[in-house]
């Protein structure tokens, strides 16, 4: 059984700090790209951040450089996504997904990878 499950959501003010974590399946964790996306209703699901587990690159979407970092802990099978300062505009379903290759390719640009997604975790900023 494969499964992705976040955690760490919640309604914080404009430049307060959230982590996320999402916990995988070791089967989906190991030697891939786990990713960080977001969706707010009426827009399309956009990266955010994404880590290879084995390499350790890491990618980010430009509106969130400077301000979010992700991480691993390849013992506990989980990818964390540390987010400082945040805005209103960050607000959204967050979304953790873990790519169908074990290979070395990691990016957020293109999601169709990521075949194995979690249930998400709300983020609520107010101003």
């Known amino acids: 059984q494969v499964h992705l499950e976040e955690s760490g959501g919640g309604s914080v003010q404009a430049g307060g700090s959230l982590r996320l974590s999402c916990v995988a399946s070791?089967?989906?964790?190991?030697?891939?790209?786990l990713g960080w996306f977001r969706q707010t209703p009426g827009k399309e699901r956009e990266g955010v951040a994404a880590?290879?587990?084995?390499?350790?690159?890491?990618y980010y979407d430009d509106s969130v450089k400077g301000r979010f970092t992700i991480s691993r802990d390849n013992r506990k099978n989980t990818v964390y996504l540390q987010m400082n300062n945040l805005a209103p505009e960050d607000t959204a379903m967050y979304y953790c997904a873990a790519s169908r290759y074990t290979d070395s390719w990691c990016r957020i640009s293109d999601e169709k990878p990521f075949g194995y997604w979690g249930q998400g975790t709300q983020v609520a900023v107010s101003s």
């Open positions: 070791r089967l989906i964790y190991i030697t891939r790209c």
């Open positions: 880590i290879h587990t084995a390499i350790g690159s890491t």
